[in-house]
């Protein structure tokens, strides 16, 4: 298909449409995106979206939302699923695209859902301050007993002869799943950035950080990065830094 892709999504945060963005960066393919628009005008057309009846598909809950010719696609996995393959970012091997989607689906577990739900341990419908002495319980548990868990896992992955040599998560076969796992880094590092510098100075992690880094310095993305497309964290996204819950591990 020629048609361009298109992200709809909101603007002023990375928010769960950014890795969508990643891969279409890395990939180095033309796309659209809403982030473009101002933020009225973004917010208005991801309604427009959500109130439609779905164009064929179930009706949509929430962005991102790919639209490519006909098609639309949403949830951020099944986005990611779809590029993947058509990008070159889905490993090379027979059933390599569902070993990418389930490292993907993990770090999308562990290091995003959990940390959004360490400043929103009670609903996503009352904002931060009125669930704040819950919020900086939930984050002294998450940082002293759920961060070393994950981070011990992906170790574990990158450490796993299996994969065969290389610094990715499929070895020397870079995926989107190396990409998913970077951004869920970057955001835990601006929310948490006390544990993570903690972390990274224990040593027991040191492959982690350094796919963390490895990523960055890639060609594309790093120009992504550094470019006004690649939006600020802020204290209304998916990551959110708050000074209260900033802890280390004891």
Not at 58 to 68: N, S, T
Not at 131 to 151: C, D, F, G, H, M
């Given at each position: 298909?020629?048609?361009?892709?298109?992200?709809?999504?909101y603007?002023?945060?990375?928010?769960?449409?950014?890795?969508?963005?990643?891969?279409?960066e890395?990939?180095?393919?033309?796309?659209?995106?809403?982030?473009?628009?101002?933020?009225?005008e973004?917010?208005?057309?991801?309604?427009?979206?959500?109130?439609?009846?779905?164009?064929?598909?179930?009706?949509?809950?929430?962005?991102?939302?790919?639209?490519?010719?006909?098609l639309v696609?949403?949830?951020?996995?099944?986005?990611?699923?779809?590029?993947?393959?058509?990008?070159?970012?889905?490993?090379?091997?027979?059933?390599?695209?569902?070993?990418?989607?389930?490292?993907?689906?993990?770090?999308l577990?562990?290091?995003?859902n959990?940390?959004?739900?360490?400043?929103?341990?009670?609903?996503?419908?009352l904002?931060?301050?009125?669930q704040?002495?819950?919020?900086k319980?939930r984050?002294?548990?998450?940082?002293?007993?759920?961060?070393p868990t994950?981070?011990?896992?992906?170790?574990?992955?990158?450490?796993?002869?299996?994969?065969?040599?290389?610094?990715?998560?499929?070895?020397?076969?870079?995926?989107?799943?190396?990409?998913v796992?970077?951004?869920?880094?970057?955001?835990?590092?601006?929310?948490?950035?006390?544990?993570?510098?903690?972390?990274?100075?224990?040593?027991?992690?040191d492959?982690?950080?350094?796919?963390?880094?490895?990523?960055?310095?890639?060609?594309?993305i790093?120009?992504?990065l550094?470019?006004?497309?690649?939006?600020?964290?802020?204290?209304?996204?998916?990551?959110?830094?708050y000074?209260?819950?900033d802890?280390?591990?004891?």
């Amino acid at each position: 298909m020629s048609a361009p892709y298109e992200l709809i999504y909101y603007t002023g945060v990375p928010g769960r449409g950014e890795h969508v963005r990643l891969i279409l960066e890395e990939a180095g393919v033309p796309y659209k995106d809403t982030q473009s628009l101002s933020f009225d005008e973004a917010r208005e057309t991801v309604t427009t979206w959500l109130a439609g009846d779905g164009h064929g598909n179930p009706p949509y809950f929430a962005p991102p939302l790919l639209k490519h010719g006909d098609l639309v696609i949403s949830q951020t996995p099944n986005i990611l699923l779809y590029l993947g393959p058509k990008l070159g970012l889905a490993g090379s091997r027979e059933n390599d695209l569902y070993r990418v989607n389930a490292l993907a689906l993990t770090a999308l577990d562990g290091l995003s859902n959990e940390v959004h739900d360490t400043h929103h341990p009670i609903t996503a419908m009352l904002p931060w301050e009125d669930q704040k002495e819950e919020s900086k319980r939930r984050s002294k548990e998450w940082v002293q007993n759920r961060l070393p868990t994950i981070l011990a896992y992906w170790q574990r992955v990158l450490e796993n002869e299996e994969r065969g040599p290389g610094p990715w998560l499929l070895g020397d076969t870079f995926t989107y799943a190396d990409l998913v796992l970077f951004q869920c880094l970057d955001g835990t590092h601006y929310a948490f950035p006390k544990a993570m510098k903690q972390a990274r100075e224990t040593g027991k992690y040191d492959k982690v950080f350094k796919l963390w880094e490895d990523v960055k310095a890639r060609p594309n993305i790093a120009a992504y990065l550094a470019s006004d497309r690649r939006q600020k964290y802020q204290d209304w996204g998916v990551y959110r830094h708050y000074d209260d819950n900033d802890v280390v591990a004891e």
